[in-house]
């Protein structure tokens, strides 16, 4: 349970020296319990109390950060309409050191390329998780050795063999692998290794309880630094224990489940598990490991990743400003938009697609779509003048056609008077660009 | 050690809504669906009841729709006769329901006579034993025309019928009514306007239990986002008790996601998006099932290979967790 403002005061020195910022012991304990604060700033709380607030001041779900910067946890919602997501799924693609070195390096290449393009954002995948599937140290050991000398993203080592990871990590240590599995069987000789590598440790339960169990005796070792996997494999029960991680982290401050949950995929062929894996993303997983590596099948789920973590708040946003999209001419149209992403790239693919090169004035409306920026009065006939005038849209074109949105055609008669160009009603939807394109513009 | 799972306590649960009527209720299919019910969030089997599955109705069109070929492919030998289009979709893809949209109607198209479509939504009937989800060609003077013959054709059969949109539902709900159907409620992607809409609707005397809800949802990559924390706090609503958010949520996926230029454009134009066809086939499912997550009791779809990854994906979400 979180602990409250007075709890804390009590654990305080209570000199009112005033050096953490706030003035009394009482004022900081209070700033601390609503997480306003840190601990650190109090250079006399002692040792003893310090052990003690850790608990309360800490974030529900630690935040965990292994190779290149994959960084996993530290949520604080069910909901993203609560607050939002915050740091993305972590998608790590499996080679298993069954696999020759050919097979190997083809793979690692096919991971390496998995990086997109789609609406101005790029999406990558972060990681590479190598399974001691053969269950022979030296081949684990080759198999580590050939992935990170072929690819820059984060790794993640997989095996129950203490010893095999020991050796397996050594030469790559300076990575900072993610590594694993620590069960039951293994956990004394797993934490030693990570924690002599100084490197987090992927821990797997059978279901919930022993993994709680788990947790409970590798914490007790000292070690911290932790990734869980309540180790079921079928989505419905996965669900279920990844719902319950992060609301036991979250609502009832469970601290053995206060670290960034792993989910593993299951189906063979790559389309259920890029389904599967996709509901895992939706819920609450901070890393998922699948086998997938096909383009096709990953840019479909680093989509949804990328649109479900987007703050809810603060919509993305395209610079606005005269956008030109092909080889455009002072013959080229001139289409005035809002500067919402989402807005902005669905009326630039139709431009594309009409094969015309053209002008996208993006006007500034705080990332909101053409609607909603008309009713809150940010698609005003003044603001798209300003905007025509600022970005010279005179000097690169040799006509004076404007063509504005359909759903602020009442813009038009005042756009006209304030620019002096003709304002030209285009389509309501972008899906009604090209044909308008045609008629208007003869392509 | 014993984990003491953390259980919400819910008030209340997702209203149902029965679509189609067997014959000793009054109309000619072999069984109903029923969608709606829980008393939980979306497939936590181990806090509440989940306890009708989500189905999936697939998309026929009276006249051939203007999709991608690799969309069409399937049904190229049934795509001008909407009655062996909608046989297939049961027959071979497994579609719990015919989602049949009457676009021929549209006034700028082929102006299809509301005769017509009543008679296309008859041939239908007599082709499946599954209940039908209808909706006209969004002319809203020509769909209130259409929608009230249809209503009236299919007396009884409890189809549903849409759409009822803010500024224009009255006639499509008397319709509803009169002959005994169901209704879409579609509001853009606004709490306001959904509850306000379904209390419009219920005032004109259709039970609530008559009412689906449509939140008009973005596609893959194109605003599901938006569609995935309205659906969700419309879930939540519907737990604590708002009897006005409490309706089914049906979604246009096949539409939504096959409008995406990443559910159309070819590798060669875009190498770096990988083979269209299995990208196609991901956008339309990953949609489905997201919404799938947020409470989304009924899924409107094309794409026969993502209905079958839909179908797996409810199958294993209904695997008990408890
Ligand atoms: S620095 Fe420490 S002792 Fe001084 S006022 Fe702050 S909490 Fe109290």
């Given amino acids: 349970m979180a602990l409250t403002g007075l709890d804390i005061y009590k654990q305080l020195p209570k000199k009112n020296c005033g050096e953490c910022g706030p003035p009394t012991c009482l004022a900081f304990a209070m700033a601390l319990a609503s997480g306003k604060a840190a601990l650190d700033s109090c250079p006399y709380v002692s040792a003893e109390a310090k052990e003690n607030l850790d608990a309360a001041s800490a974030p529900p779900i630690k935040l965990i950060k292994f190779g290149a910067g994959a960084a996993l946890g530290d949520e604080t919602v069910m909901f993203r309409h609560e607050k939002t997501f915050f740091h993305e799924t972590t998608i790590v693609v499996r080679v298993s050191d069954k696999l020759s070195q050919a097979e190997i390096a083809a793979k690692v290449a096919e991971i390496n390329d998995l990086t997109f393009e789609r609406v101005g954002l790029q999406y990558t995948v972060q990681g590479i998780a190598i399974d001691n599937e053969s269950g022979d140290a030296a081949k684990f050991a080759t198999a580590v050795q050939e992935v990170a000398a072929n690819s820059q993203l984060s790794l993640v080592l997989l095996t129950e063999d203490a010893a095999a990871l020991k050796s397996a990590l050594a030469p790559i240590a300076d990575r900072k692998p993610l590594v694993g599995v620590a069960t039951a069987a293994n956990y004394e000789a797993m934490v030693e290794v990570a924690k002599g590598a100084g490197v987090p440790l992927l821990v797997r339960g059978e279901n919930l309880d022993s993994l709680a169990e788990l947790v409970e005796k590798i914490t007790a070792l000292g070690y911290k630094d932790l990734v869980l996997d309540s180790g079921s494999r079928t989505t419905s029960r996965v669900l279920a224990d990844l719902t319950q991680l992060r609301r036991q982290a979250i609502k009832k401050k469970f601290r053995l489940f206060g670290y960034p949950a792993a989910a593993f995929t299951q189906e063979e062929n790559p389309l259920d598990e890029i389904i599967q894996a996709g509901v895992y993303v939706a819920k609450y997983a901070s890393m998922v490991v699948l086998n997938a590596s096909k383009k096709e099948h990953i840019l479909p789920l680093l989509t949804i990743r990328q649109n479900l973590y987007t703050d809810p708040q603060k919509p993305i946003q395209v610079e606005p400003k005269l956008h030109a999209v092909g080889e455009v001419s002072a013959d080229s149209p001139v289409y005035v938009t809002t500067n919402f992403s989402l807005t902005y790239y669905t009326v630039q693919g139709e431009v594309e697609a009409t094969r015309i090169p053209s002008y996208i004035l993006a006007v500034d409306t705080d990332g909101t779509s053409v609607l909603t920026a008309y009713a809150a009065g940010k698609f005003e006939p003044e603001k798209v003048a300003e905007l025509m005038q600022k970005f010279e849209v005179a000097d690169k074109v040799n006509h004076k056609n404007v063509v504005i949105p359909g759903y602020v055609a009442v813009i038009s008669g005042k756009l006209q008077e304030l620019s002096g160009w003709k304002v030209v009603v285009g389509p309501r939807e972008a899906s009604g660009i090209v044909s308008f394109a045609k008629s208007n513009f003869g392509a | ?322």
């Fill in chain 2, 1 to 322: 050690m014993a984990v003491a799972i953390v259980k919400e306590k819910w008030q209340s649960r997702v209203g149902q809504v029965v679509i189609g009527a067997t014959p000793e209720q009054g109309g000619t299919r072999t069984h109903t669906i029923t969608i709606g019910g829980d008393s939980t969030l979306p497939f936590l089997h181990f806090e509440g009841e989940v306890v009708n599955r989500p189905a999936v109705a697939m998309e026929v069109n009276d006249v051939e729709p203007d999709w991608h070929p690799l969309l069409k492919e399937p049904f190229m030998d049934v795509i001008n006769d909407p009655a062996a289009w909608a046989k297939k979709c049961v027959e071979e893809f497994g579609a719990d329901l015919i989602y049949l949209k009457l676009t021929g109607a549209h006034p700028e198209g082929a102006n299809r006579t509301p005769e017509q479509c009543a008679q296309t939504v008859k041939d239908v009937l007599a082709a499946v034993g599954v209940p039908l989800v209808i909706v006209g060609c969004e002319d809203d003077d020509k769909d209130n025309e259409v929608m009230a013959a249809v209503a009236e054709a299919a007396a009884g059969e409890n189809l549903l019928l849409g759409l009822a949109q803010q500024d224009n539902y009255k006639s499509i709900v008397a319709a509803c009514m009169v002959h005994k159907h169901s209704i879409i409620a579609r509001s853009p992607l606004d709490i306001n306007i959904c509850k306000q809409l379904n209390i419009l609707i219920n005032e004109m005397g259709l039970p609530l239990d008559k009412i689906v809800i449509d939140p008009m949802i973005g596609g893959l990559g194109f605003g599901i986002e938006y569609a995935y924390s309205i659906m969700e706090r419309a879930r939540l609503g519907s737990l604590v008790n708002d009897k006005m958010l409490a309706m089914p949520m049906v979604c246009t996926v096949g539409y939504e996601a096959n409008r995406a230029k990443e559910a159309n454009v070819d590798v060669d134009e875009f190498p770096g998006w990988g083979e269209l066809k299995d990208r196609a086939i991901l956008w339309e499912a990953m949609t489905a099932t997201t919404l799938l997550q947020t409470g989304a009791s009924l899924l409107l779809m094309r794409n026969p290979e993502a209905v079958r990854l839909v179908k797996k994906n409810i199958d294993e979400l209904m695997v008990s967790n408890a």
